[in-house]
């Protein structure tokens, strides 16, 4: 899978801070405040944006591993991390599930990834967890809603064209898309984690009207390629929802979901 832009990475960052449910945090902070020594490895880390949301609220004493593909994403993340004896950084392929080390983690971490992966992924971590004893914060991943102020007549053939392009191949076998935090749950529960899930949707005004505008500009090419309709549909419904970017009552939201499993 190859690693998003980092441009693109630090736009969204703060919108999905603000999304993130904090009670599944605050969860998962009492469940490292009971260890003697905490350690996350975070998984697809980008530049680090999980760190940077949850380490003020978990245990001072927490180490960190952060994994990406990407080296100049690792780069990013440890030019913002500074000099932090508990942080380090490794590149991995993700799809080397096996290779992940798991020996000395508590809990993994992952924002934004599980929409990403197949049923086969979900399968394969959920066993390897399992086996090291290791809990999974799983946040924001996609779940299929998207809606808009005002509407369109085609808001919802948009979002089901994009629905079914995210459950395409993105590296990681066929995704899940929209079922991603849905099947993460069904095979942690399968091999005995106790498992919530809240809600994290984007909600985007005005004051975020610079992600807003990349959003829909992100989502032409997946529309393109999902839909058999004229592209001149596509692009007027996306001038029209840019146009409304920043109008009176305007908004958008985007659903997503966080999950939080911990060995039973």
């Given at each position: ?20 449910d ?36 978990l ?17 990013e ?24 080390p ?7 971490t ?9 049923e ?16 999974l ?21 948009m ?26 749950a ?16 984007w ?20 529309l ?15 001038e029209?929802?840019?146009a ?13 979901r ?7």
């Open positions: 899978m190859s690693g998003f832009d980092k441009d693109w990475l630090a736009l969204r960052e703060t919108a999905d801070r603000a999304a993130r904090m009670g599944l945090v605050g969860e998962l902070a009492t469940y490292l405040q009971g260890m003697d020594r905490s350690f996350i490895l975070d998984i697809g880390c980008g530049t680090g944006s999980t760190l940077r949301s949850l380490q003020d609220h245990p001072r004493r927490t180490g960190w591993l952060l994994l990406d593909y990407d080296p100049l994403l690792l780069e993340a440890s030019r913002r991390a500074g000099t932090n004896a508990n942080i380090a950084f490794r590149q991995h392929d993700l799809n080397d599930i096996a290779g992940l798991l020996e000395e983690a508590s809990v993994v992952a924002s934004a990834l599980f929409d990403l992966c197949s086969e992924f979900c399968a394969a971590l959920a066993d390897h967890l399992a086996a090291a004893g290791c809990g914060y799983a946040a924001l991943n996609y779940d299929g809603v998207m809606r808009w102020s005002p509407e369109h007549p085609l808001d919802g053939q979002t089901d064209l994009f629905n079914r392009h995210q459950r395409t191949d993105k590296g990681f076998g066929p995704a899940l898309g929209p079922d991603a935090t849905a099947s993460l069904k095979h942690l529960m399968a091999r005995g984690f106790t498992v919530a899930t809240a809600e994290s949707p909600r985007l005004d005005e004051s975020r009207a610079a992600l807003q505008a990349e959003f829909l500009r992100g989502l032409r090419q997946p393109l390629e999902a839909s058999e309709m004229p592209d001149t549909a596509i692009d007027e419904w996306l029209f929802r840019v409304a970017i920043g109008t009176q009552g305007a908004s958008c939201l985007v659903g997503h966080d999950l939080l499993a911990l060995p039973g």
